[in-house]
């Protein structure tokens, strides 16, 4: 399935956990194959199409406890991997 290059952001009900909040956000993004935004108590959570929840919320977890602002299963981007040039 194609990624749109759309965000759409949305708000979290109070009082949900954050693990269900990441499996959420997941299966939505899943439904509407773009990235969805989520605010999660001061931490900005990106979830893809193709992320895992349980990854994702490990995410939050770690800029949770670090502080940062923002939280994705991959932190270095999306999209193919970088592979470094073989020249002969």
Known sequence: ?????????????????????CMDLVEMARRLGCTVKCEMNGINVYAYPDD?????????EQSHDRGVKIAMENMLGRGVP???EVTP
């Open 1 to 21: 399935m194609r990624t749109l290059p759309l965000t759409v952001e949305v708000k979290c009900t109070a009082g949900g956990s954050i693990h269900e909040g």
């Open 52 to 60: 895992d929840p349980i990854r994702l919320f490990q995410a939050w």
């Open 82 to 84: 970088h592979k470094p």
